[in-house]
């Protein structure tokens, strides 16, 4: 986030250079540099393509020539970048504005991950049955990216998972905890145990995979809504940022 610079783009609503039809009354005929960027980066990010693949001279030939000429010189990875993030501030916003009225509770796993540079980090998966629409759906949500540096002791990186609960008011709302194998022992158990008092308190010491199985056949009767994004933004992401 540090690293990111600052570059200047054209306003809103600008209009594509030769475009004879670009006026007022022809909105497809108008340059929105926001909204391409933000439709480019949702394809890049469900597409789980890597960020600099935008880097690619084949890439620029076929994105390029849809931009304004001085808009065309910008490096799109890092345009991209940016909207990604933007668009993950956004929806942490709004997701942390639904949790504060949730009434029901969350079934969560953590899990290490290794990002394509080698970093460690510690992924935060929360489902929950949502009835907003009259219907029962099962929603995913990755909440968590935290990097967890190689010589971290349990303690730590419990701490960094109850710290992404506590950034969600979550701490009242947690049904049960599953943990995958990269964190696979009884002192994670007896660490989040005592920190967090899931509802369920006895199931995470008895069957670690009870979240993973439960969200498994709850997903068979619901549709499942899931955000999930890049594994190489992880530091990027991390919510003190």
Same mark, same amino acid.
């Given at each position: 986030m540090h690293n990111i610079i600052e570059e200047?783009?054209?306003?809103?609503?600008? &209009?594509?250079?030769? $475009?004879?039809? $670009?006026d007022s009354s022809n909105p497809?005929?108008?340059?929105i540099c926001s909204q391409m960027m933000e439709?480019?980066?949702?394809?890049?990010?469900? =597409?789980n393509f890597p960020i600099k693949s935008?880097?690619?001279?084949?890439?620029?030939?076929?994105? &390029?020539?849809s931009f304004q000429s001085g808009f065309r010189k910008k490096p799109l990875?890092?345009?991209? !970048?940016?909207?990604?993030?933007?668009?993950? !501030?956004?929806?942490? !916003?709004?997701?942390?504005?639904?949790?504060?009225?949730?009434?029901g509770s969350v079934a969560v796993t953590a899990d290490l991950w290794s990002s394509e540079w080698s970093e460690r980090f510690v992924c935060v998966t929360c489902r929950w049955i949502d009835d907003d629409d009259g219907c029962w759906s099962v929603e995913n949500r990755v909440i968590g990216f935290r990097v967890i540096k190689d010589d971290a002791t349990c303690n730590e990186i419990c701490w960094e998972i109850c710290n992404v609960l506590d950034v969600f008011k979550l701490w009242t709302k947690v049904f049960c905890?599953?943990?995958?194998?990269g964190l696979n022992g009884d002192e994670y158990v007896e660490s989040l145990t005592n920190r967090i008092n899931p509802i369920e308190r006895g199931i995470i010491s008895n069957v670690?995979? $009870?979240?993973?199985?439960?969200?498994? $056949? =709850?997903?068979?009767?619901?549709?499942? !809504?899931?955000?999930?994004?890049?594994?190489g933004l992880a530091k990027e992401m991390e919510f003190d940022v």
């Open positions: 200047i783009v054209p306003e809103v609503g600008a &209009q594509i250079e030769g $475009c004879e039809s $670009c497809e005929g108008i340059f439709e480019l980066s949702t394809y890049i990010n469900l =597409a935008c880097k690619s001279e084949y890439f620029e030939h076929v994105i &390029q020539p990875s890092l345009l991209i !970048k940016r909207a990604m993030i933007a668009a993950y !501030k956004r929806d942490k !916003k709004s997701l942390k504005e639904y949790f504060l009225n949730f009434g905890i599953s943990l995958g194998t670690r995979s $009870c979240a993973y199985a439960a969200n498994l $056949c =709850a997903q068979r009767g619901g549709w499942v !809504k899931t955000e999930i994004f890049p594994f």
